[in-house]
């Protein structure tokens, strides 16, 4: 199991309601979590994260201004206004750059939130380097407008990725570290020009590491929509990559079987129709009836479409 996105630091919050992993109190708060995953036998990882220039100061605790690879606001009008909370929409900010001294902090804030996630009590971190956020945004070409050893070339927007999971690696081992890219995807505006060299590289580099596994994400996922027919494919970045290999996009039994059958990936992800079934394992072997999610309840607070779905069990005594 991949724990919901943990905020590294305070100036990274992109969202309401999201967990944090970087304080003593935070800490504390997960492990009745990771107790209660691991007492079924689960395998348990955490998902550092950090929104970059989606972030918002309104959202920040400490009112801090978002920061990013470059001084760019999220102009994509699909994307440009950040969700605040009850019915409130504001305007992205154009966030900070960086400097190479607060590349390094950020860098030190994952690698202290892997020890964070161990201490609480997960087995292991995945690096959310997807879908726009921060570490994306060094990466991708069309937010990353650097002219230092950050930016420019494919092997300088590579290299904050690279460091996050050197240092996270150093921090925890190889072993207990994975990470989640998305070439394709366009998800906050953020782009790259020519997908299969960048993660080519980059994924080449992430071979020195023994990572866990690399997580990635299929270009039929471009935001919150599946798009049908897209010619992109993970497979060249399958057959660079050394270690396990894990696919995700709009995955239900049959595909997913098939992916893993075909060799087209090891493992694939579920997370939509996880959300809505807590039992999922067990509904797939016995190849039951899923519960259907309700889309209008994410991202949203309270336990509704979050932890009252029933397990098959529950749905059947319900029905007799």
């Not at 201490?119 to 990353?144: P, R, W």
């Not at 493992?267 to 999610?293: E, Q, S």
Request: hydrophobic fraction near 40%.
């Amino acid at each position: 199991m991949i724990a919901e996105a943990t905020m590294v630091a305070s100036d990274g919050y992109g969202y309401p309601n999201i967990p944090g992993i970087y304080t003593p109190e935070q800490v504390e708060g997960w492990k009745p979590v990771t107790q209660a995953v691991k007492a079924k036998g689960a395998v348990f990882f955490n998902q550092l994260w950090h929104c970059g220039r989606s972030a918002h100061e309104l959202l920040n605790p400490n009112k801090e201004p978002p920061v990013s690879s470059s001084p760019l606001a999220i102009t994509d009008p699909a994307y440009s206004k950040i969700y605040i909370g009850g019915t409130t929409m504001v305007d992205a900010q154009v966030p900070v750059a960086l400097d190479e001294a607060g590349i390094k902090a950020k860098v030190q804030a994952f690698r202290t939130a892997a020890r964070n996630a161990l201490d609480a009590g997960f087995d292991g971190v995945e690096i959310h380097g997807a879908n726009g956020y921060l570490i994306d945004q060094f990466t991708k070409s069309n937010c990353n407008t650097r002219s230092d050893q950050y930016g420019g070339s494919i092997e300088n927007r590579c290299r904050f990725a690279l460091e996050v999971v050197a240092a996270v690696v150093e921090e925890v081992g190889g072993d207990r570290v994975g990470i989640r890219l998305s070439p394709f995807t366009d998800f906050l505006g953020a782009v790259d020009a020519t997908p299969y060299a960048t993660f080519t590289y980059l994924v080449e580099q992430l071979n020195k590491f023994g990572l866990a596994y690399l997580h990635m994400v299929e270009s039929r996922i471009n935001g919150n929509t599946e798009l049908e027919n897209n010619p992109n494919s993970l497979t060249p970045f399958r057959l660079v990559f050394k270690g396990p290999f894990i696919a995700a996009g709009g995955y239900k039994r049959e595909s997913g079987i098939k992916a893993v059958s075909s060799g087209h990936s090891d493992l694939v992800a579920f997370g939509r129709i996880w959300i809505a079934n807590p039992d999922l394992p067990t509904r797939f072997l016995l190849n039951a009836p899923l519960n259907r999610y309700n889309r209008d309840t994410f991202y949203t607070p309270g336990m509704e479409g979050y932890t009252d779905y029933p397990t098959l069990e529950q749905a059947q005594a319900t029905a007799a």
